[in-house]
C-alpha cells in the first residue's frame, strides 16, 4: 500500500471524527475559545469566550475562573459547583470552537507542512496523518523534539540537549508506518517538533535480464530486498539466469566495489536469504546468451551507473 494511500485512510477517519467539538477529554489553553451554554444564571448566551494568556476566563456572577489545565468536563464540573450558590440545579455545557492551546509544528516532507492543534490526546501516527502523511519523496527518519517540561520522550536513544531544556529522539520512517515498533507509536504533546526527513535521491539499480532495467528510488525505506527490486524492475527476462546475479557494492572509500554473489532462483524457493540492497548497489542478472555485458549495460542506465557496472563486469 502506498504512503499516500495508507495516510488517506487515516485522514478520512480523522475527518469524520472531527466534526465533534465536544474535545472530551481536551485539556484546556490560553487563546483556546469556548462557548458556555447555561439554561439559567449566567447570561453569556452563544458569545465565545476567550481563554487569556493566563489561563483564566471571567464570567457574570462567578467571576475569574482559572481554566488552564482543565478538561472540558473539568470546566463544566467547576461551573456547575459555583453556580450552585445563585441557580438550584444549574446545568452547563462547554464547547471548545477553537483550539490554539497545544500547538505541534511538523515539518519536512510530509504532505501538509505546519502547525497543527492538538485536540486531545494523538499518537505520532495520528499528527503525521493530520499533516497529510509522509511524501513519496520522505527519507528514512523521523525526528521528535520535546520541551523538557512536557517530560522525556519515551522512547530507547532519546537524548537531552545541554540545556537541559529539550529532549529528542529519531525514529525509522518505514517502522512507524509498517506498524513493526508499536511502542515508537508515542503520544505526541503540545509544542513538540516533528521533522519527517527529506529523500536524498537514494536509489537501487536492477540491470542485465529482466523486464524493465533501471533506477528504484528507495523514499522511506533504508533499504530494497533483491526480491523487492527484481519485482520493480517487472521480473526476470526469458533467458535470465538468475542463480548467478551480481550485487556491485559502492565501497566506503570510492575506490573499489563490493561484488555479492546471490542465487535469485533459491531466494525464489525460500532456499537462500533474500538480502538487502542498499543506497547506490547495482544488482545485475545474467543472461543465459554470450553477449552478458552488453545486456548488462542496455537500457536506460547512464553515466556513472554504466561505468560501475563496467568496471564490476570487467573484473
Partial sequence: MSLKLAFGLAVLALVCASGQQRASGYVLGPDDQIVIRALEGLDVGDKPVLIGTNGDITLPLIGRVEVAGLTVEQLETELVSRLKVYVKEPQISVTVTEFRSQPVSVFGAVASPGVIQLRGRKTLYEVLS?????RETAGATISIVRLAENGPIPLPGATQDPTGRYSSAELDLKEILDGKNPSANIEIKPHDVISVSQGTDRKVYVVGDVQRSGAFNLGGQRSLSVLSAVSLAGGLGHTARPEHALIFRPAPDGEKHQEIEVNIRQMLKGK????ALRPDD????????????GTVVQGILAGAVSAAIYAGAAH
Avoid at 272 to 275: K, L, Q, S, V
Avoid at 285 to 293: A, I, R
Fill in 272 to 275: 537462500a536469504e533474500d538480502i
Fill in 282 to 293: 547495482i544488482l545485475v542478472v545474467p543472461t543465459s546468451g554470450t553477449k552478458v555485458f
Fill in 130 to 134: 493530520m499533516a497529510g502523511g509522509p
